[in-house]
């Protein structure tokens, strides 16, 4: 080894760029597409994706959320034709969310037990016309309760364990009509466990968990709670169930217990304001790990987008990039379809 090479290992980073300049230039690398993407260390592809879709029993085909440009609620059959699109791009999966009739909400969110409910007719509509793409379905009760939280309630207390045993019990009708991988949403304690003991217990051993192990009390789901029609209803806040957007280390406390208790793969939710978590997440347990691009996220790009105070595809994609480049295996997006598109 080279006297030159010895003094160069004894360097700091920025040491080394100072002393080797103009022998070292880093722009020689950045001058080319070609050169660039031959060097690139993240990268984002059709794969990363999971497109999230809302739908509607109230609805004869599309019917636009003001508050998600570009965003519809869709009828059963809107859905299918939407992922037989989604599939042909290459997007391995999507996440359904409800939109219910009103009607059919009360305090005790019956209707999440409703074998022939909304998502279990829409879950085996897919299977059977869509074969090819995985179905992630949401095992949360705030689309089903008329008063709009996560559980059920008694005066302003969410009950946690009355909450699992109805989670665990809409699991299995779920997995029943063909779901791919639940995704509890609740963030009530002992759920992953509940769940995963009831499909065992029914023979749904291969249906995955994927668990919101880190979901937070964010400001940032105001739009989707418009598409699913809670807004009005919420009475309160989640701060008694949903993380304290102060806390990181109880993010970890979260995930691990998750995985402990049966969870294939782990969710971050947010996704943007919350990629340390994701990183911290990765570096630690180094499992398929999620992040969620909430509608937040989406409703801000979308509406600077549309005042032409940004450029729509760019910062889109690069948004999706910083979740790969904190450690995301896939991620949850609105922007699916566009992105695949784009990357295809």
Known sequence: MSQAAIQVKTFKPMELIVSAYPQLRLRRKRQADWSRRLVAETQLSVNDLIWTAVISDS???????????GV???SINALVEEAKAARDMGIPAL???PHIDPKAKDEAAKEALNPDGLVPQAVRALKDQVPGIGVI???????YTSHGH???????????DETVEILAKSAIILAKSGADIVAPSDMMDGRVGAVRDALDGANFKDVMIMSYAAKYASGFYGPYRDAIGTSAALKGDKRTYQMDPANSDEALHEVELDLLEGADMVMVKPGLPYLDIV??????FRVPTFAFQVSGEYAMIMAAAQ????EEERVMLESLMSFKRAGCDGI???FAPTAAKLLS
């Not at 059920?152 to 009950?159: D, H, K, N, Q, S």
């Not at 990183?279 to 630690?284: H, S």
């Not at 005042?307 to 940004?310: D, K, Y």
């Open 307 to 310: 005042n032409g105070w940004l």
């Open 95 to 97: 996440a359904l969310f």
């Open 137 to 143: 379905v949401d095992v949360a009760l705030d689309p």
């Open 279 to 284: 990183r911290r997440v990765k570096d630690e």
């Open 59 to 69: 609805v004869d085909d599309r019917e636009p959320v003001p508050s998600l440009p």
């Open 72 to 74: 519809n609620r869709l």
């Open 150 to 160: 996560d559980g059920v309630m008694t005066g302003e207390t969410i009950l946690n």
């Open 332 to 334: 949850l997006t609105y």
